[in-house]
Every structure is written in structure tokens, then in C-alpha cells.
């Protein structure tokens, strides 16, 4: 009888602290990208209850979205010590439960943090053994010869062939930058593909939430929501004040003495101060709080520094702190970016996708196609450029497309206010190109160009430079004079505000009458196409056209193969009237125009759409059952079909996309999350 379960692979590690959570983050993207749905099953854990397996979760979470990634456990560390042949029946049995309901799982390992001893290893290996899955085996380099590393994988490799356990590849983590090719080389001995990922110090480095727990601490300043950002390290904060402001780094979490008020102030003072680091935070030991006044002056300070108050001695404090051990468990969504990010930069995605062959699906889920959009993205690692440089979402979602190398990104506004802001949330922006257009140098010249272009319109030199100063402007004419490939804007601007000067400045392509905008609508199981939902109200028949065939357009771009229903309330000849005939002499202008297009029309929702409902209303038709660009026939009709279907249906809405443009603007919503922003910069690089 065939084996029911899915492919699957066990990410094994003979000892804790080797990164193995890194791995099966850098597996489970590559997998995402083929198939629908990803289990994540930890056989052993240390309680029954599913939410409280860190690991697991936070892997289901930086993935996953509920639906396309789920998790299972087998049993607690006491279950196996008490009966391991029962403790393994239940594993097996568990495994297969979540295997039925996954295309792929990816079993990750026990993490040592029980009393196992020596022969927990052994335990994973029968486990990957019983479950008939092969191990990927992960080894820590961390203070390790190349020698070293590879005696430890050979061992390993043993241990798991003697518990029947097939080992198919060997990951080496935590390896000193310098020693990578050596590691890779002396791996070889093993006769399996293998990989070294360098130590990235981030990865290892704790919140300030679990550096406050381990001392046991006090919040006294800063916004609670700044505890989840991680340090950079950590000073000891006794000497005077002079020498101290000569050591500022950002990110570094001070310990200074109770009683040293002056310190405290002058830190607090440089942590506000536009031109100086922004601090990670500050302890204050020795059981001592801020007197009455000196506590008024750090309120008065408040730059959202984080400030806590610890009962123990400086000595003991730097010891807790320098032995708190962050985990990716519970790291920030930075850790998981750069997480990702070494893991890509690292290894091979074809080769270490290979050990798993797993064919690629008929299915397209939300995640598979945005894992798609953020590939496509990288590949042409286009600038883009964002406008509301200071907001929140804007921030976060720049340090994740940095880190994760989707695109370049320009922020536009205050230098001082954005890294001050960035440094407040604990992001690393470093590698974004900030401009103020109020004193770019680019000011005059920019000026120039947009009077001679408007010029027609009576735009005077002192009117342009005095639109220019405005970030929406600015930006738009960076992408038209080629500083940028793009602009995403509208995270706190209206639409207008985002799109008009695009309408000005970049103006349509030749042929193309109007912009007009699609939405990507992510069902469970795949992608359709709508236009035009934000941008046209009424269009004309040959306005309704150029949008049917620009969103075939944008449609094929982006995977998704163009068969166009433009719709209206009646199917075929079955109604007439003045709409209807609008959508009828459209279809017939998107066939005389483009043949090679598989389009239909006029057409009702539920005949586009039901194969059932299509075979009867329209026999024969290659669109009717199967479209998958709708091109609704008003805006009024459009953006309410989408909006419902978002809702009801609960499909993922990425848009709008604006098309027609000679160059790429896109216009987020202000509801729009970091998610949605990260989405519109892969979209509009990918377009670039």
C-alpha cells in the first residue's frame, strides 16, 4: 500500500544553540514558493499546549499566514522519559495527522532544553527514523576549526545512520565570517551537499523584554513597545560624563549606577539630541530610582529611551546581560528578515531545494504569490522611492525590503526626524538613501524640468519650485529623471495627492488614454485579476478597452495567465441597453485591437467565474467558468465586487497597481499594513 504522507525533512541538530530554527526558516521560504500548504511538526517539546512552543510558532508565523502553514506537536519531554516506546507511537501518530492536511511538513528537531542528557540526539534520529523522513543535519561552528566542524558532522552522521536515519545534506551555522570556505571544504568528507552560514551577532542578540525579565527590572521611561527591539551590546556607564558621550552607539544598552544622575541625564539628553546615536536603552542598578526632579527631567527628555531599573549591582547586572541569549523563537520581525536574508545570501535555493523534491502545484496561494512578487523584485533590484519617509509602517516595511534585498529605497522628509524615528523602533535603515526635498540639492533642477513641462499650463519657475518642495512632487519627478525606478506613496496621502503628479509629470504611455488600476485577489487557491476598482469612474467603451488590455498585461506580468471577462449584468446577447452595449462594443475593440487576448464579453460575475453557471449561460466560450481577469464595466461596481470579495470571501487584496503609466507609481491605502507597503514596492519594482 503507497505511503499517504507528503514529502517531508527533518531538521536535526546533536546539540542546542546551532541555528537550526534559521534553517527551517530559509526551507520553509523556499518551499512556500511551490507548494500550498507547509506543516510544521515538533515531536518533542516541553508542554502539551501548542501555543506555548515559541519555536514552533514564531516559524508558523514568520511564514505562514494560518491557512497556508500549520503546526503540530507530539509529546513533552516527560512523556518521553516515562514511556519512550509509547512516547513514539504518539509522535508517529500525531505526524500523520498533520502530514494528511499538508502538501510537505518540515519536522524540526527537540532543543535541549530539557534533561534528555546524551541520548536525545539519538532519540531524534529513531524519530526521523519512524516517521520515514531524512534528516537535514544542522552543526553549530560557533569557536570551531573546520576540522572541528567536520569531525562533529561526521559523528553525527553515524549516530543517525546507527538509529536507521538517513541523513541528506549538512548545514554548518554560526561560522566565523572568514572561515566559510574552509568549513565548506573540510564538509566535503562527508559525501553530502553541504552548506556554512555565517555567525550573525543580531541573530543571537536578546530583546530588552527578556533582558528586563532576566534582571528582573522596573520600566521607569520609553514606550513599552520599544522592549522588543534587540541590543547592540552593552557599557558599563562608570566613568564621567565627558568620556562617556565619546563612547554613544546606537542600539547599546547602558548600565549606569543609581546614583549617578548626571550620567543618566546626559545620556537620556544625547539619546533626544537629532545628531547624535540613538541609545538602545538605559539600567539603572544599585536598587536606586531617579530623585523627584531628576525623574521630571527625564520625562521632559523623552525620546521614547527605554529606562529600567534593576535592584542589582553593576558587576552582577553587565554578567545577566551579557549572558542573556536571544533566540529567534521570539526575535523581532528584523531578526527574521536578516534571518532570511544571510540564510538567501548563503545558499543555494535550487540546490538546497533540491533534497526535497517536491513538484510544484496547481495551486496558487496568497503566500505563494507574493512569495513570487518578492523574487521577481530581487532579481531586479530596482530604487524605489517612498514619500512618507517618518511613518511608522513606511519605516518598517523599508528595513524589511533592505534586509531582505527586494528593492533600494530613497526615503524622502527629515534626515534628523527619520533615523531619530527608525532608531526608536529599533530598525536598521542604514542602507536607505535619505533626501529632504526641502534642501536637496536636486531642488533647482527638478524645478526647472516640471515648469518646462507644464509650462503650457502657465507653471511659472517660483510655482514649480515651490510645488517641488512637496514630497509627492519631489518623488514623482526623482522617478521621471531617472534618480529612481518607482514610487509607492499614499500610506498617509490621499490618492490624489499620490497619482496626480504622475498624471502631470510621467504622463500614459502612447495609446493608452487614461491610467487605470488592477487589484491582485488572492483567494485560497488562486490569483485573479480586477480592474479598474480605484481610478476610473464611468469609463467610455474605448476607455473600458485600454483597461481590459492592460490588465491582460499586468495580469501576464505577474503569472497569471489572461483570460478577460468584461462584465455587466447580462451574459452574451441575452440583454441590451446602454451599459450593456458600452461593455459589447468594448469587448469587440479589445479583439480587433488584440487578437492574440482570450477575451468574452459582455459577461455576468457568476458566468465568468462557475464553470457550471458559464457551460450554461455561454457554451463554448474559453473565458466563461474559467476568467481570470475581470474588467468591471464602473468604478461603483468594481470597487465594491473587490472590497466584498476581500471580506467574504477572505481573499488577500494587493492594490491598486497602477497601469498605464510610462513609469511605475503605486497608491497604497491608509489602512495599509507593513505587509500591503512591502507587497506595492516588490509590485512596483517587478514593473520597473
Known amino acids: 500500500m503507497e505511503d499517504p504522507t507528503p514529502n517531508s525533512i527533518y531538521v536535526a541538530a546533536p546539540e542546542g544553540a546551532t541555528g537550526k530554527s534559521l534553517i527551517t526558516l530559509g526551507l520553509m521560504e523556499i518551499l512556500i514558493r511551490r507548494v500550498g500548504t507547509i506543516g510544521v511538526f515538533r515531536p518533542v517539546v516541553r508542554t502539551a499546549d501548542p501555543g506555548d512552543d515559541l519555536l514552533g510558532r514564531r516559524l508558523v508565523e514568520a511564514i505562514g499566514d494560518g491557512s497556508t502553514t500549520r503546526l503540530g506537536i507530539g509529546v513533552t519531554y516527560a512523556d518521553v522519559h516515562h514511556d519512550p516506546g509509547g512516547a513514539m507511537e504518539r509522535i508517529v501518530t500525531a505526524y500523520r495527522a498533520l502530514a ?33 523522513t531524512p534528516v537535514l543535519l544542522a552543526i553549530s561552528a560557533h569557536e570551531r576549526s573546520a576540522t572541528d566542524v567536520a569531525q562533529v558532522a561526521e559523528m553525527a552522521i553515524a549516530e543517525l545512520t546507527d538509529t536507521h536515519a538517513t541523513t541528506i545534506g549538512v548545514v554548518a551555522n554560526r561560522c566565523a565570517p572568514d572561515a566559510l570556505d574552509a568549513i565548506r571544504t573540510a564538509l566535503a568528507t562527508t559525501n553530502l551537499p553541504a552548506w556554512a552560514i ?27 513597545a520599544t522592549l522588543e527591539r534587540e541590543t547592540a551590546g552593552q557599557f558599563i556607564g562608570a566613568m564621567t560624563v565627558d568620556h562617556i558621550l565619546e563612547r554613544l552607539h546606537p542600539g547599546v544598552l547602558y548600565i549606569v549606577a543609581g546614583d549617578r544622575s548626571d550620567v543618566l541625564v546626559a545620556l537620556a539628553a544625547a539619546h533626544s539630541a537629532p545628531d547624535l546615536p540613538s ?3 538605559i539600567i539603572v542598578n544599585g536598587g536606586y530610582r531617579p530623585t523627584p526632579g531628576v525623574d521630571s527631567l527625564l520625562a521632559s527628555l523623552d525620546g521614547g529611551l527605554p529606562i529600567m531599573a534593576t535592584e542589582h ?33 548563503h545558499v543555494d535555493a535550487t540546490r538546497f531545494g533540491a533534497l526535497l523534491d517536491v513538484p510544484r502545484s496547481d495551486v496558487v496561494t496568497p ?24 511613518e511608522d509602517r513606511i519605516l518598517r516595511a523599508t528595513a524589511t525590503v533592505l534586509d531582505r534585498g527586494v528593492a533600494d529605497i530613497v526615503l524622502l522628509g527629515s534626515e534628523a526626524s527619520i533615523t531619530a524615528r527608525a532608531g526608536t523602533l529599533g530598525l536598521d535603515i542604514s542602507a536607505a538613501t535619505i533626501v529632504d526635498p526641502r534642501r536637496s540639492e536636486l531642488l533647482e533642477g527638478f524645478a526647472t524640468e516640471f515648469a518646462r513641462l507644464r509650462a503650457s499650463k502657465g507653471v511659472e519657475l517660483d510655482v514649480a519650485r515651490d510645488l517641488l518642495r512637496d514630497v509627492s512632487y519631489f518623488g514623482t519627478m526623482m522617478v521621471q529623471l531617472g534618480h529612481a525606478d518607482g514610487m509607492v506613496s499614499g500610506a498617509t496621502h490621499s490618492t490624489a495627492h499620490t497619482v496626480t503628479p504622475a498624471f502631470q509629470i510621467i504622463k500614459t504611455i502612447p495609446g493608452v488614454s487614461k491610467v487605470s488600476s488592477v487589484f491582485f485577489m488572492c483567494l485560497p487557491d488562486r490569483v485573479l485579476v480586477y480592474g479598474d476598482c480605484a481610478v476610473i469612474p464611468d469609463p467610455t467603451a474605448p476607455e473600458l478597452a485600454d483597461i481590459a488590455i492592460a490588465s491582460a498585461d499586468t495580469a501576464a506580468r505577474f503569472g497569471v495567465e489572461p483570460r478577460v471577462a468584461m462584465l455587466s449584468y447580462s451574459t452574451g446577447d441575452s440583454g441590451s441597453g446602454a451599459d450593456v452595449d458600452k461593455v459589447r462594443t468594448a469587448t469587440g475593440l479589445v479583439t480587433s485591437r488584440r487578437p492574440d487576448l482570450v477575451v468574452a464579453g459582455p459577461m455576468q ?41 476581500q471580506r467574504s470571501a477572505g481573499a488577500v ?34 514593473q520597473a
Open 100 to 132: 494528511g492536511q499538508c502538501d510537505v511538513v518540515v519536522v524540526v528537531g527537540s532543543d535541549y532544553t530539557d534533561i534528555a542528557g546524551p541520548t536525545e540526539f539519538s532519540f531524534n534520529g529513531r524519530v526521523a527514523a519512524n516517521l520515514g
Open 198 to 224: 555565517p555567525e550573525v551577532p543580531l541573530l543571537s542578540a536578546p530583546r530588552l523584554d527578556e533582558i528586563r525579565d532576566a534582571l528582573g527590572a522596573e520600566l521607569l521611561h520609553g514606550d513599552p
Open 279 to 281: 541609545l538602545g536603552g
Open 313 to 345: 549591582d553593576s558587576y552582577t547586572t553587565a554578567q545577566i546581560v551579557s549572558t542573556t541569549r536571544g533566540r529567534l523563537a521570539t526575535g523581532t520581525q528584523r531578526k527574521i528578515d536578516v534571518a532570511l536574508a544571510t540564510f538567501d545570501a
Open 367 to 390: 503566500l505563494m504569490f507574493e512569495a513570487t512578487l518578492i523574487e521577481a523584485a530581487r532579481t531586479r533590484r530596482r530604487t524605489i522611492v517612498l514619500p512618507e519617509g517618518d
Open 605 to 645: 460575475y457568476d458566468a465568468a467565474v462557475d464553470a457550471t453557471v458559464g457551460a450554461a449561460k455561454l457554451p463554448g466560450s474559453p473565458v466563461a467558468g474559467r476568467a481570470t481577469v475581470f474588467v468591471f464595466p464602473d468604478l461603483n461596481t468594481g470597487n465594491n465586487t473587490y472590497k466584498a470579495v
Open 653 to 686: 487584496a494587493i492594490g491598486p497597481v497602477l497601469q498605464g503609466l510610462r513609469k511605475p507609481v503605486n497608491d497604497l491605502s491608509r489602512g495599509a499594513t507593513v505587509r500591503d507597503i512591502i507587497n506595492t514596492v516588490a509590485i512596483t519594482a517587478a
